[in-house]
């Protein structure tokens, strides 16, 4: 089993930054995938970015791309969403999930273990 907390999340206005955080617990951030997904009122999730358990690879969706980055620090078996020159259509509630497989996936059907998501709200 793995535990997953997510924090950071919070109110900012156009243009700022916010750095999330997903703790997790049960299981090494190194020995899993994560990903990060966000879902706004009357919407689906949506994929944002991933990690591979290596952490060598991420992927990005095509609306952060350049302005967010997904990274881990096994130290602290956490993983981080630093998010930059946000814009008022990235608000949403956030959420982590993990996986076992090697790589990250863009469907949050294939992560097993979620947290309980952090509201991030941008102003304009």
């Known amino acids: 089993q793995v535990q997953l907390v997510e924090s950071g999340g919070g109110l900012v206005q156009a243009g700022g930054s916010l750095r999330l955080s997903c703790a997790a617990s049960?299981?090494?951030?190194?020995?899993?995938?994560v990903g990060w997904f966000r879902q706004a009122p009357g919407k689906e999730r949506e994929f944002v970015a991933a990690?591979?358990?290596?952490?060598?690879?991420?992927y990005y969706a095509d609306s952060v791309k350049g302005r967010f980055t997904i990274f881990k620090d096994n130290a602290k078996n956490a993983v981080y969403l630093q998010m930059n020159s946000l814009k008022p259509e990235d608000t949403a509630v956030y959420y982590c999930?993990?996986?076992?497989?090697?790589?990250?996936?863009?469907?949050?059907?294939?992560?097993?273990?979620w947290g309980q998501g952090t509201q991030v709200t941008v102003s304009s």
């Open positions: 990690i591979s358990r290596s952490g060598g690879s991420t």
């Open positions: 049960g299981r090494t951030v190194s020995s899993s995938t």
């Open positions: 999930g993990a996986r076992t497989a090697l790589f990250g996936s863009y469907d949050f059907n294939e992560y097993a273990y």
